[in-house]
C-alpha cells in the first residue's frame, strides 16, 4: 500500500502526554514517567498544579546505553512510601521504548499492594489520542474502569480523530497559528445584535476542564442580555452531564453546573457529557432543525469544528477555541468571527470553578461602556 504523502509539519500533542492527561482524569494520585528529566516538562509541572504528582526515573546517557530497571523499581518503592498513594501509574517515553525496558517486570519486582497502570507508549504515534487508549486500555487491567467504558471512550476518540482530521489542527500539512478576530470588534458585534433584539443561541461544547473558562463567555452573553433586557432571546445549550465520563470528568461537570446555578444561568439543552465534545454535532442539529431554526446567531464555544456547518449556515456564527492553529480552518467552514482563548488551559488546571475568560471580560465591559453612555445621554 502506497504510503500517505500528507504529513502534519506543524507541532502537534504528544501521546505520552495524552496518556498523562487520561491518568489525571482516572484520579491516579502518582505517575511516573520512565525517561530523560525533561521529557513531558511542561505538562507535568501543569498535572502537579492539578493534583497529579508527576515523577521522573531521569535518564540519562548512562540509562540509555545500560537501561533504567533499577531506577524505576527504586522509584515506585520510593513513591509508594512518600506518597501513599490509592493508585499509582507507570508512563513509558521514547527512550524506554528505544531500549526496550520492560515496565510490568518493574512493577512484580516493586511490590506494592495497590493498582499500578501500566503504560507502554511513546511520542511517535500520528495520532495522540493513541496515549489515551493505551491508557484506558491498561486500566481496565487492574480494574479501575469497566470494558463498557472503555468501549465508550474508543468511540469517543475515534470521533474526536476523525473531526480533528477533517476541520481541525490535523486537516492540513501546516497551519500557522494566529490570535484571530479582535475581541474588541467582535463583542461590539454581539453587543449590537442583542441590542437589535436579535434571537441568538449559545451552544458550548467543550473539552473537560476547558469548560471552566468556556463557561464564561456564555455568562458574559447573558448578563449583557439581562441588562438590555432581552434574555428571552437566548437559548444555552451546554455539554455538562454529569453522569458520564471518567470520574474527575463528571467532577467537574457538577462544578460548571453549580456555577450556572449561582449566576441564574438557565440551561435549555444539556447537550452531552465534557468528554463527548465530539460526537454533539447530531445532537446539535437536530435540536436547532427541530426547535431553534429560525434564530438570527449562533456563538460556539470550545470545539466549535464538531458543529456541522451546514446546520447554521443562515446565522451568523462566532467562533471561540483555545487553539491558534484552528482559525483558519474556522474560518473555511464559514465562522464569519472567530477568537482565540490564549492560555487557557493553564489556567484551568487545578481549579474547581468558572474563570473569568478575555473574552467574557471584554464583553462585560462593551456592556458597561454602553450602559454609561445611555446613562450620560439621559442626563
Request: charged share 25%; net charge negative; glycine share 6%.
Amino acid at each position: 500500500m502506497e504510503k500517505d504523502k500528507t504529513a502534519i509539519i506543524h507541532p502537534r500533542p504528544s501521546s505520552i502526554v495524552a496518556s498523562l492527561y487520561t491518568l489525571r482524569d482516572l484520579d491516579i494520585d502518582v505517575a511516573i514517567l520512565h525517561g530523560p528529566a525533561g521529557c513531558s516538562f511542561k505538562h507535568a509541572r501543569l498535572l502537579e498544579e492539578d493534583g497529579m504528582h508527576v515523577l521522573t526515573t531521569a535518564l540519562d546517557e548512562n540509562g540509555f546505553v545500560f537501561g533504567g530497571h533499577d531506577e524505576l523499581v527504586d522509584l515506585i518503592k520510593k513513591a509508594a512510601d512518600q506518597f501513599n498513594p490509592k493508585k499509582m501509574a507507570i508512563v513509558g517515553t521514547c527512550v524506554s521504548m528505544i531500549i526496550g525496558e520492560e515496565l510490568h517486570d518493574a512493577v512484580i519486582e516493586a511490590d506494592i499492594d495497590i493498582p499500578v497502570v501500566e503504560v507502554e507508549v511513546h511520542a511517535g504515534y500520528r495520532d495522540n489520542t493513541k496515549g489515551v487508549l493505551l491508557a484506558l486500555k491498561s486500566a481496565l487491567n487492574v480494574g479501575i474502569i469497566t470494558e463498557a467504558e472503555l468501549k465508550r471512550q474508543t468511540h469517543l476518540l475515534n470521533s474526536a480523530t476523525e473531526i480533528e482530521k477533517k476541520h481541525g489542527a490535523a486537516s492540513k500539512a501546516y497551519l500557522a497559528p494566529s490570535r484571530g478576530d479582535l475581541k474588541y470588534k467582535v463583542a461590539k458585534r454581539i453587543y449590537e445584535l442583542l441590542s437589535n433584539n436579535k434571537k441568538g443561541l449559545i451552544i458550548m461544547n467543550v473539552k473537560k476542564e476547558t469548560g471552566y473558562m468556556f463557561a464564561d463567555i456564555l455568562l458574559a452573553i447573558n448578563q449583557a442580555a439581562e441588562q438590555l433586557s432581552v434574555l428571552e432571546n437566548i437559548i444555552n445549550f451546554a455539554n455538562i452531564d454529569d453522569s458520564v465520563g471518567l470520574p474527575r470528568v463528571r467532577q467537574h461537570a457538577k462544578n460548571i453546573q453549580k456555577g450556572f446555578f449561582e449566576h441564574n444561568i438557565k440551561l435549555n439543552e444539556n447537550i452531552g457529557g465534557l468528554d463527548e465534545y465530539a460526537i454533539n454535532g447530531d445532537k446539535v442539529k437536530k435540536l436547532i432543525e427541530n426547535k431553534y431554526s429560525d434564530f438570527d446567531f449562533a456563538i460556539i464555544v470550545g470545539v466549535p469544528h464538531a458543529i456541522p456547518n451546514d446546520i447554521t449556515s443562515s446565522m451568523e456564527i462566532f467562533s471561540v477555541t483555545n487553539g491558534p492553529r484552528q482559525v483558519l480552518p474556522l474560518k473555511e467552514m464559514g465562522h464569519e468571527h472567530v477568537i482565540v482563548e490564549i492560555d487557557l488551559h493553564p489556567k484551568t488546571l487545578g481549579v474547581s470553578s468558572i474563570v473569568e475568560s478575555e473574552f467574557g471580560a471584554t464583553l462585560r465591559e462593551v456592556t458597561k461602556d454602553h450602559k454609561m453612555e445611555k446613562c450620560l445621554e439621559l442626563n
